[in-house]
């Protein structure tokens, strides 16, 4: 008996890869992307097996968990299009979701990786219209553009890191008064 493949995932299986997910944005915003596989098997309750039966690589793993993140952040660029300082409100957005999960400016410095590349671009897209619309209102430096956002949250984890023994609330304060000041007018 052979089986049918268009036929739908077992309920199991699409309950564990959903356990696997949330155990690997966890552990990710916990400890790092170079969290052990094993570690977010155990906090998601499946066996190594069923981890790498659902992602074959920790790439794939991660790039699986910044597409909600991506889709989060181009649905709010949209939301904010056409409002005054939008471009400085999907900052604030992505940074909020940097220092709540993690990780996301890692997923921007490796555009080049095949499973992060078409997440950065789209994250990059999601900023252009704004970044255009913030140097045209006067809100955004003029000499700013994507590539200088990108590299503003990479600064900001950076800075997390090195000021891990700061209170956490105050920390991020200072990091996003001194962002903004980089990017904005």
């Known amino acids: 008996?052979?089986?049918?493949?268009?036929?739908?995932?077992?309920?199991?299986?699409?309950?564990?890869r959903a356990r696997l997910l949330d155990a690997a944005r966890k552990t990710f915003a916990e400890h790092g992307l170079d969290v052990p596989?094993?570690?977010?098997?155990?906090?998601?309750?499946v066996s190594r097996t069923t981890l790498y039966r659902n992602f074959a690589t920790r790439?794939?793993?991660?790039?699986?968990?910044?597409e909600d993140n991506v889709a989060?952040?181009?649905?709010?660029?949209?939301?904010?299009?056409?409002?005054?300082?939008?471009?400085v409100q999907l900052f604030d957005f992505v940074?909020?979701?940097?220092?709540?999960?993690?990780?996301?400016?890692?997923?921007?410095?490796?555009?080049?990786?095949?499973?992060f590349s078409s997440l950065a671009g789209r994250t990059a897209a999601a900023f252009?219209?704004?970044?255009?619309?913030?140097r045209a209102e006067g809100v955004v430096r003029p000499d700013v553009f994507?590539?200088?956002?990108?590299?503003?949250?990479?600064?900001?984890?950076g800075a997390m890191h090195d000021a891990e023994g700061d209170a956490g609330e105050e920390n991020r304060k200072r990091i996003r008064a001194m962002l903004h000041r980089s990017l904005f007018l």
């Open 1 to 16: 008996m052979s089986q049918d493949p268009e036929r739908a995932p077992r309920r199991d299986a699409v309950r564990n």
């Open 37 to 45: 596989l094993e570690e977010v098997a155990r906090t998601a309750g």
């Open 59 to 66: 790439e794939e793993l991660a790039a699986t968990v910044f």
């Open 72 to 87: 989060w952040i181009e649905e709010r660029a949209a939301e904010l299009t056409g409002r005054p300082s939008a471009v």
């Open 95 to 115: 940074l909020d979701l940097q220092f709540a999960h993690g990780g996301i400016a890692h997923m921007l410095s490796q555009a080049g990786a095949s499973w």
């Open 128 to 134: 252009v219209p704004l970044l255009e619309a913030g």
């Open 146 to 157: 994507v590539c200088d956002v990108i590299l503003a949250y990479q600064m900001a984890e």
